[in-house]
């Protein structure tokens, strides 16, 4: 299998539940990232990994928790979300210098 | 500190015609600029890269784009479309030539009418 894989590929969860999206690249990349992709609204950019280094960017609500535990693996889990996280969340990976490769994205809706 | 603006969140054209997608940035650094298509119910897939080379980029699916530095613009064209472009298109922008700090545009729907 190659590319970016992401699973699954769509969730319903309620307001209480815990669950997570799992990511997994073929490419050999360096670098995993997380988007957030709602309607009307450009690419949210949630989450970096690199190198075990972890960027984040700081709008992101602490009820999206990543976890990365090797180059290849990325992890986002979720628990006490609101309608509004109801989105499609993007995997992406890269090496430094070279651009992104997207999973097909977790459409994720929240009731 | 980078930004991207696509004009039009939706250009409709009829097959055979000649697509043209904006995209106007702002860098303080010689930025790196990209665009990626978005088909429905997949993530996004590069279909150009302009990394200070040449001003006219080629890409996949007889897409370019040419850069104008003075213009601050790097619009997306194809001479013909064909229902299977219709997509949607993200402009983004870059310091570097990798993923980090990719800003993205808001998006362009192409329709593509018969």
């Known amino acids: 299998e190659t590319g970016v894989t992401q699973t699954p590929r769509h969730l319903v969860m309620g307001m209480t539940n815990k669950k997570s999206l799992k990511c997994e690249q073929h490419?050999?990349?360096?670098?995993m990232y997380w988007y957030k992709q709602s309607a009307k609204k450009p690419l949210e950019l949630m989450f970096v990994?690199?190198?075990?280094?972890?960027?984040e960017n700081n709008s992101v609500p602490s009820r999206f928790s990543p976890e990365c535990p090797n180059s290849s693996h990325l992890f986002l889990h979720l628990h006490t979300l609101q309608p509004e996280d109801s989105a499609l969340y993007l995997c992406?990976?890269?090496?430094?210098?070279?651009?992104?490769?997207f999973g097909n994205g977790t459409r994720l809706t929240v009731t | 500190a980078q930004s991207v603006t696509q004009l039009g969140s939706h250009v409709s054209v009829s097959e055979g015609a000649l697509v043209l997608l904006r995209c106007n940035y702002s860098?303080?650094?010689?930025?790196?600029l990209f665009w990626y298509v978005q088909y429905p119910n997949q993530g996004l897939q590069l279909l150009l890269k302009?990394?200070?080379?040449?001003?006219l980029v080629k890409g996949i699916n007889g897409f370019e784009a040419e850069f104008k530095k003075s213009e601050t613009s790097f619009h997306l064209t194809k001479p013909s479309a064909h229902m299977s472009d219709a997509a949607e298109y993200f402009c983004?922008?870059?310091?570097?030539?990798?993923?980090?700090?990719?800003?993205f545009g808001a998006g362009t729907r192409l329709f593509v009418k018969a």
């Open positions: 992406a990976s890269s090496q430094r210098n070279s651009p992104l490769h």
């Open positions: 490419l050999g990349h360096n670098a």
């Open positions: 990994y690199s190198l075990e280094e972890r960027v």
């Open positions: 860098s303080s650094v010689p930025p790196y």
């Open positions: 302009y990394t200070s080379a040449a001003t």
């Open positions: 983004a922008v870059s310091a570097n030539t990798g993923g980090f700090k990719t800003i």
